[in-house]
């Protein structure tokens, strides 16, 4: 289950966000009854939670709380259910920063969302070998995504 929550004041697609947060899962074969949390917010109230969670100053374009740590089961064991945890978008910081990054505002939203999926799931960008790891798979899930889409 995906839950969206839009308290940014920003006019955003919604309904793809959750469908793809849905495609995402079912990528990494997370169970379909597990909860995820998506909620979107202004660059006031996402610079507060960068400063209080992260120790960083100013806004940010995702954050992660993860709850049960779910990983993705190796091909022999059943998709794990349980609560992934909350993903916070701020859609006007990800805006800002698409064109920097090669992508639309729509495009950047994606990527980032699934980033902040891969995140709950326990996939890091702190080491160079982590780094490709996630990486590669955001970018594998976003193909596949758009190709499901064309």
Not at 57 to 75: C, H, I, K, Q, W
């Amino acid at each position: 289950m995906i839950d969206l929550n839009n308290e940014s004041g920003e006019a955003v697609d919604e309904q793809r966000l959750v469908q793809l947060g849905r495609f995402a899962l079912d990528e990494l074969r997370i169970h379909p009854q597990s909860e995820l949390s998506i909620l979107l917010v202004d660059e006031q109230t996402m610079t507060d939670y960068h400063v209080r969670f992260m120790g960083l100053p100013g806004p940010t374009d995702v954050l992660s709380f993860p709850m049960d740590e779910l990983r993705p089961p190796s091909d022999d064991d059943e998709p794990p259910e349980g609560l992934l945890g909350d993903i916070v978008l701020c859609p006007r910081v990800t805006a800002a920063q698409a064109a920097e990054n090669g992508r639309t505002p729509e495009g950047e939203a994606d990527y980032l969302l699934v980033h902040g999926i891969l995140h709950l799931l326990g996939f890091d960008h702190a080491e160079e070998g982590e780094k490709k790891v996630m990486f590669d798979l955001n970018d594998r899930i976003i193909a596949a995504w758009d190709a499901s889409r064309a």
